[in-house]
């Protein structure tokens, strides 16, 4: 099975930063990609961003575009996604996830535990 553990999560004023880490281990893929998503309270869990393992090639949803980053170590098997610019709107739990296949959306099989973003006003 494939863990993943998120962290990095916490209360932040807007405009602030923060940077979430997720840790991967179990089962490894040739062909994957990393995802972080999110869930608001009373909202359905959307996707923020999603990185390729073995290439780097990046996807971002619209409404973090220039103010997110995601990115990983493979030598430390982690990916990080660096939150700038944050809004109130953002909070959300957050929530790491792992698909294998050629593309970045579609179902994701493993999921994290999720980490609690806050961003007050």
């Known amino acids: 099975q494939v863990q993943l553990v998120e962290s990095g999560g916490g209360l932040v004023q807007a405009g602030g930063s923060l940077r979430l880490s997720c840790a991967a281990s179990?089962?490894?893929?040739?062909?994957?990609?990393m995802a972080w998503f999110r869930q608001a309270p009373g909202k359905e869990r959307e996707f923020v961003a999603a990185?390729?393992?073995?290439?780097?090639?990046?996807y971002y949803a619209d409404s973090v575009k220039g103010r997110f980053t995601i990115s990983r170590d493979n030598a430390k098997n982690t990916v990080y996604l660096q939150m700038n610019s944050l809004k109130p709107e953002d909070t959300a739990v957050y929530y790491c996830?792992?698909?294998?296949?050629?593309?970045?959306?579609?179902?994701?099989?493993?999921w994290g535990q999720g980490t609690q973003v806050t961003v007050s006003s």
């Open positions: 996830a792992v698909r294998s296949g050629d593309y970045p959306k579609g179902p994701y099989d493993y």
């Open positions: 179990g089962r490894t893929f040739s062909n994957y990609f």
């Open positions: 990185i390729s393992w073995s290439g780097g090639s990046t």
